[in-house]
C-alpha cells in the first residue's frame, strides 16, 4: 500500500518534470526548433487547433523555421496566430510557405528569457513538492489509521524524500541547461 502511494508520487513528479520541459521548449534560444511553435495555436474551422495539426514545420537553416500547411487556405490564420503570439517573430509568407526568420537575442531579452526560466523552474519545483505534501498526507493518514507501523511510515517519509531531492535536483539541472543555452552567443 505505501508503495502505491510512492509510485504515485513518483508519476507526478515525473510529469511536473514532462511539463516543465514541454514549457522550457518554448522559449527561443536564437536557434531554429520546431517546438518553438508548439505553443502556438490556430484558430481554424471555429476551434483552435495546434500548429502541427494544420502544418509541417521544418527547419531548412539554422537561423528559420518553414511551415508548410496541409492546407493551402489556411496561411492567413497560421500567419495571425504566429503575429498575435509572444514569439516576437515576423511571418513572411510567399503564397506557398511561411518562413520565420530567427533574429539574434539581444542581451536584455537572453536576460529577459533566463529570469522566465528561473520562474519556471521555480514553478516546477514548487509542483513536485505539492506531490510530496499529497503523499505525506496519504502516509500520515495511514499511520493514523494503523494501517502500517509507524517504522513504516518513517521509511516511505525518508523514500519520498530522496524522489522529491532527486526530481527537485533534476528540475534546476534542467533550468541551468536552459539558461545556458539561452545565454550562448
Same mark, same amino acid.
Given at each position: 500500500?505505501?508503495?502505491?502511494?510512492?509510485?504515485?508520487?513518483?508519476?507526478?513528479?515525473?510529469?511536473?518534470?514532462?511539463? =516543465?520541459?514541454?514549457?522550457? &521548449? /518554448?522559449?527561443?534560444?536564437?536557434?531554429?526548433? *520546431? @517546438? $518553438?511553435?508548439? !505553443?502556438?495555436?490556430?484558430?481554424?474551422?471555429?476551434?483552435?487547433?495546434?500548429?502541427?495539426?494544420?502544418?509541417?514545420?521544418?527547419?531548412?537553416?539554422?537561423?528559420?523555421?518553414?511551415?508548410?500547411?496541409?492546407?493551402?487556405?489556411?496561411?492567413?490564420?497560421?500567419?495571425?496566430?504566429?503575429?498575435?503570439?509572444?514569439?516576437? =517573430?515576423?511571418?513572411?509568407? &510567399? /503564397?506557398?510557405?511561411?518562413?520565420?526568420?530567427? *533574429? @539574434? $537575442?539581444?542581451? !536584455?531579452?537572453?536576460?529577459?528569457?533566463?529570469?522566465?526560466?528561473?520562474?519556471?523552474?521555480?514553478?516546477?519545483?514548487?509542483?513536485?513538492?505539492?506531490?510530496?505534501?499529497?503523499?505525506?498526507?496519504?502516509?500520515?493518514?495511514?499511520?493514523?489509521?494503523?494501517?502500517?507501523?509507524?517504522?513504516?511510515?518513517?521509511?516511505?517519509?525518508?523514500?519520498?524524500?530522496?524522489?522529491?531531492?532527486?526530481?527537485?535536483?533534476?528540475?534546476?539541472?534542467?533550468?541551468?541547461?536552459?539558461?545556458?543555452?539561452?545565454?550562448?552567443?
Amino acid at each position: 500500500m505505501v508503495n502505491e502511494f510512492l509510485d504515485d508520487g513518483k508519476q507526478r513528479m515525473e510529469g511536473a518534470i514532462t511539463a =516543465l520541459e514541454s514549457d522550457m &521548449d /518554448g522559449y527561443r534560444t536564437g536557434r531554429a526548433s *520546431p @517546438r $518553438l511553435l508548439d !505553443q502556438v495555436t490556430v484558430e481554424l474551422y471555429g476551434a483552435e487547433l495546434n500548429m502541427n495539426q494544420v502544418a509541417v514545420v521544418s527547419v531548412p537553416e539554422p537561423q528559420q523555421l518553414a511551415i508548410r500547411p496541409f492546407d493551402i487556405n489556411t496561411l492567413g490564420a497560421i500567419e495571425r496566430a504566429i503575429m498575435k503570439s509572444d514569439l516576437g =517573430l515576423n511571418p513572411n509568407n &510567399d /503564397g506557398k510557405i511561411i518562413r520565420l526568420n530567427m *533574429p @539574434r $537575442l539581444t542581451e !536584455q531579452r537572453r536576460h529577459d528569457l533566463s529570469r522566465l526560466v528561473k520562474k519556471r523552474v521555480e514553478e516546477g519545483k514548487v509542483s513536485v513538492r505539492n506531490v510530496r505534501r499529497d503523499v505525506m498526507n496519504d502516509l500520515r493518514e495511514l499511520e493514523n489509521e494503523k494501517m502500517i507501523t509507524e517504522d513504516d511510515y518513517h521509511r516511505a517519509m525518508d523514500q519520498l524524500q530522496k524522489l522529491t531531492d532527486k526530481y527537485t535536483e533534476s528540475i534546476d539541472e534542467k533550468g541551468k541547461e536552459k539558461i545556458e543555452e539561452i545565454m550562448e552567443v
